[in-house]
T-cell receptor, first 116, second 113 residues
Framework: KAGVTQTPRYLIKTRGQQVTLSCSPI?????VSWYQQTPGQGLQFLFE???????NKGNFPGRFSGRQFSNSRSEMNVSTLELGDSALYLC???????????????FGPGTRLTVL | QKEVEQNSGPLSVPEGAIASLNCTYS??????FFWYRQYSGKSPELIMS????GDKEDGRFTAQLNKASQYVSLLIRDSQPSDSATYLC?????????????FGKGTKLSVKP
């Protein structure tokens, strides 16, 4: 079974631009979560999508948004990029059914975003 | 504010020794607990999940959970240089209803040959 895939793997943007990152979950997984990882703050939760609906949201400004399509693929968008948005953006998928190990999240390889 | 605390390390152990990694969490409603391993420049890789109090063993890895003390640990027996990585503790509310995990900042483990 193929793992979580993310595109692009690397991205360089300048301040003020916007960016869209893509994530394809493991086949059959219905939940997609996005995280930002920086050396100072570690892994921080951005938001989760389940059945095309945002189910949970972390403490990030409205410049960060996302969506999920009917095939469970997800995109996240960051508008008006700031230098501090430079980070590794990780997508994780899970079955999100009730009970047992269905909560387990499997991570993609990440997108390394550099804002100049 | 839900928090997960880990010692940042680095934790240095000789090859063949037992490495002990610890984690505490603040939310008593937490139901699912995970250990991820992250090599430098790579994404987190799941090592263990644990949901019930007690020990769970998988090969050289043993996860221990004590919900009363809000404490999770990971023991790595017969540590190998390839185990050198950052280990992330993650906590969730469980039940398949929550897609967000709260992560600690990780403990860097170094296994010396």
């Amino acid at each position: 079974k193929a793992g979580v895939t993310q595109t692009p793997r690397y991205l360089i943007k300048t301040r003020g631009q916007q960016v869209t990152l893509s994530c394809s979950p493991i086949s059959g997984h219905r939940s997609v979560s996005w995280y930002q990882q920086t050396p100072g703050q570690g892994l921080q939760f951005l938001f989760e999508y389940f059945s095309e609906t945002q189910r949970n949201k972390g403490n990030f400004p409205g410049r960060f948004s996302g969506r999920q399509f009917s095939n469970s693929r997800s995109e996240m968008n960051v508008s008006t990029l700031e230098l501090g948005d430079s980070a590794l953006y990780l997508c994780a998928s899970s079955l999100a059914a009730s009970g047992g190990d269905t909560d387990t999240q499997y991570f993609g390889p990440g997108t390394r975003l550099t804002v100049l | 504010q839900k928090e997960v605390e880990q010692n940042s390390g680095p934790l240095s152990v000789p090859e063949g020794a037992i490495a002990s990694l610890n984690c505490t969490y603040s939310d008593r409603g937490s139901q699912s607990f995970f250990w991820y391993r992250q090599y430098s420049g790579k994404s987190p890789e799941l090592i263990m999940s644990i949901y019930s109090n007690g020990d769970k063993e998988d090969g050289r890895f043993t996860a221990q959970l004590n919900k009363a003390s809000q404490y999770v640990s990971l023991l790595i027996r017969d540590s190998q240089p390839s185990d050198s990585a950052t280990y992330l503790c993650a906590v969730g509310l469980g039940g398949g209803s929550q897609g967000n995990l709260i992560f600690g900042k990780g403990t860097k483990l170094s296994v010396k040959p």
